[in-house]
């Protein structure tokens, strides 16, 4: 039996209307430590927004988060001891968005200390010594002191990920995180989380980019109409799916 301390994150049963639909049918997920677990599946099928769900980012109506030693509980009415509480579970989580989300008027090195400086109050020279240490990591030390505007998108997207190390996350959540790039820059991108997963960290990426699922992924999870249809192996989904929907999600893509 797996020892409750190797999962870093567990997911129950999820639910979340939005506009009046549920958008959600209550997913559940947990995902053991060092994992790179990829969610796929068509669009407007819920993988953003049960992405959002699991840091809250965005509210679950019910259902229940774990990330380390934090537990949530979704609920329709939410108050500032939910909000609270949302934060603690926040600060095992890093997030790493489809565009980027770095301020424009601050420069790479800046981006990167902000949230070590005035989230955990950091001192200067100490956020400082780990934004370098983070963006050498993702191949950007010679970039640090300019601004976004001067960065190519692989180059942002490397530094929206040093952002999101720095604060020592648990687990990083991507949502799409190369499908604004071109397919070389998607690749430095890609490498980064390779090489992050070759370190240990845990990872669950939302992505179109199949290859990526296939090659890097511990476990992919097909969802479709707000249900996990199916989860298991990358072998399993991509070459023997069980369920008729993933057969055609697949089918789909190759024509
Ligand atoms: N604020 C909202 N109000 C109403 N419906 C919404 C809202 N946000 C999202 N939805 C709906 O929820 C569903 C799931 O959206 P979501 O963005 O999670 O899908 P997705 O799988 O990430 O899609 P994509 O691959 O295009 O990014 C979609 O049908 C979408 O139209
Ligand atoms: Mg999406």
Redesign the pocket.
């Known amino acids: 039996m797996t020892e409750l301390s190797d999962l870093v994150l567990q997911a129950e049963n999820i639910r979340k209307n939005?506009?009046?639909?549920e958008?959600l049918h209550g997913l559940s997920l947990n995902v053991e430590r060092g994992e790179l677990v990829s969610i796929i599946?068509?669009?407007?099928?819920?993988?953003?927004?049960?992405?959002?769900c699991l840091n809250f980012l965005e509210h679950p109506d019910s259902g229940k988060v774990r990330v380390e030693d934090v537990s949530l509980e979704g609920t329709v009415h939410w108050h500032a001891r939910q909000e609270a509480q949302a934060h603690k579970l926040r600060a095992h989580v890093g997030m790493v968005f489809q565009d980027f989300n770095l301020f424009p008027h601050r420069t790479v090195l800046e981006n990167v200390m902000m949230a070590p400086m005035h989230v955990k109050n950091m001192p200067r020279e100490q956020a400082q010594e780990i934004a370098t240490e983070f963006l050498n990591k993702v191949g950007l030390g010679k970039v640090m002191d300019r601004h976004p505007d001067r960065l190519s998108g692989g180059q942002k997207q490397r530094a929206a990920i040093a952002r999101a190390l720095a604060m020592k996350p648990s687990v990083m959540l991507y949502?799409?995180p190369t499908s604004a790039l071109d397919p070389e820059l998607s690749e430095e991108v890609l490498e980064v989380m390779r090489a992050l997963d070759r370190e240990g960290m845990t990872q669950i990426v939302?992505t179109?980019d199949m290859r990526f699922a296939r090659a890097a992924s511990d476990r992919v999870l097909y969802?479709e109409g707000?249900e996990i249809v199916e989860s298991g192996s990358p072998e399993k989904i991509f070459a023997s799916p069980e369920d008729p929907r993933t057969r055609r999600f697949l089918r789909t893509l190759l024509a």
Do not use: A, Q, Y
Request: proline share 4%.
């Open positions: 939005l506009g009046g639909n958008i599946g068509p669009s407007g099928c819920g993988k953003s927004t049960f992405l959002r949502d799409e939302v179109h969802l707000g």
